[in-house]
């Protein structure tokens, strides 16, 4: 049951990473003034970054159980997981594109910053496509080992 959650949750987890980067910015930017829809797509990427700091913690707890579990039943299992350094990754990439650069992206805005914005918009959209190319491969990775041989 916990396997199935812990996949249910990577699944969403990037579900809402997709959506937020293929809808519902775009989206802002198609129907707003560029201005409104800056203030919109700011607050989405806050409101993501709670929920990627969240799902990130809660996979990792996951993926420890999973261990853990594994060596009471004296099977073999590796300290370091291939999905436990997908979540971290995710983890990490979610600080440092969302918390680090924001502060700085802010300054860039103001004039006073050591990078301009758009090299900082670069770096931060890096990040995140990273981070959602860690949690789709998550989420695979925890389906294929529900089913064996299925998403091969």
């Not at 650069?101 to 990078?115: E, I, K």
């Amino acid at each position: 049951m916990r396997a199935r959650l812990h996949a249910l949750l990577a699944a969403l987890w990037g579900g809402f990473l997709l959506c937020v980067a293929l809808a519902a910015a775009p989206s802002a930017f198609a129907v707003l003034e560029r201005t409104v829809a800056g203030l919109y797509v700011g607050r989405l990427f806050s409101v993501e970054a709670e929920v990627s700091l969240a799902a990130a913690l809660l996979a990792i707890l996951f993926e420890r159980r999973h261990a853990r579990d594994a060596l009471d039943a004296s099977r073999p299992v590796p300290a370091l997981s291939a999905e436990l350094l997908l979540a971290a990754a995710a983890l990490f990439c979610t600080v440092a594109g969302y918390y680090a650069l924001q502060p700085l992206m802010a300054q860039a805005r103001a004039g006073t910053g050591v990078a301009s914005f758009a090299a900082l918009h670069g770096v931060s959209l890096g990040f995140f496509g990273l981070k959602g190319l860690a949690v789709l491969a998550l989420a695979w990775r925890l389906m294929s080992r529900l089913s064996p041989g299925a998403a091969s």
